[in-house]
T-cell receptor, first 116, second 115 residues
Framework: GAVVSQHPSWVICKSGTSVKIECRSL??????MFWYRQFPKQSLMLMAT?????????EQGVEKDKFLINHASLTLSTLTVTSAHPEDSSFYIC????????????FGQGTRLTVV | AQTVTQSQPEMSVQEAETVTLSCTYD???????LFWYKQPPSRQMILVIR??????QNATENRFSVNFQKAAKSFSLKISDSQLGDAAMYFC????????????FGQGTRLTINP
């Protein structure tokens, strides 16, 4: 299957700082990328859908000013957690889908964010 | 909005035996996809099997098969000849044909394989 690389795998940051997570499709062009958040022992909750060259669509209850998503190219989307707080600590996962309709979405390996 | 329900938070099975994980969903759409994903301790999401709703034949992938009952909105996963490497969280997921085609996940079932 296609490869999606997420970086970093884990990050620790101080409260009040911002942290950026990258999601790259290595061997295909991804017109759509998805960002999920997963709390311990829980399911994946979709945060936002990003389409290349346009603004992300956020799910209800997700603060768009706190979780900045940029999908500037067909192979890269970034999630920036701004002014991070301990409650933002979580596991963040991206997935990317090729441009062809109704094909699979491939997942990155996830990023564990700890805010101290 | 679509919802996916997995009513079994945990399941366990003896190695080499068969186990079935349950999933039900709610939708008003007629065309859609259903998936089972595996999330091992590494937390990498791995696609196990997919089913197109317009196909009557149940999908199979080696030791993994599904029982898709469209009218009942049920989509169970059967794992035959369970192996230690099958131990993981399993998520059932729904995806529309239309729109953003985002995945809606169930709550997950933690599967333990007993040697």
């Amino acid at each position: 299957g296609a490869v999606v690389s997420q970086h970093p795998s884990w990050v620790i940051c101080k409260s009040g700082t911002s942290v950026k997570i990258e999601c790259r499709s290595l061997d295909f062009q991804a017109t759509t990328m998805f960002w999920y958040r997963q709390f311990p022992k829980q399911s994946l909750m979709l945060m936002a859908t990003s389409n290349e060259g346009s603004k992300a669509t956020y799910e209800q209850g997700v603060e768009k000013d706190k979780f900045l998503i940029n999908h500037a190219s067909l192979t890269l989307s970034t999630l920036t957690v701004t002014s991070a707080h301990p409650e933002d600590s979580s596991f963040y996962i991206c997935s990317a889908r090729p441009g062809i309709l109704n094909t699979e979405a491939f997942f990155g390996q996830g990023t564990r964010l700890t805010v101290v | 909005a679509q919802t996916v329900t997995q009513s079994q938070p945990e399941m366990s099975v003896q190695e080499a035996e068969t186990v079935t994980l349950s999933c039900t969903y709610d939708t008003s759409e007629s065309d859609y996809y259903l998936f089972w994903y595996k999330q091992p301790p590494s937390r990498q999401m791995i696609l196990v099997i997919r089913q197109e709703a317009y196909k009557q034949q149940n999908a199979t992938e080696n030791r993994f098969s599904v029982n898709f009952q469209k009218a009942a909105k049920s989509f169970s996963l059967k794992i035959s000849d369970s192996q230690l490497g099958d131990a993981a969280m399993y998520f059932c997921a729904y995806r529309s044909f239309q729109g953003a085609q985002k995945l809606v996940f169930g709550q997950g079932t933690r599967l333990t394989i007993n040697p």
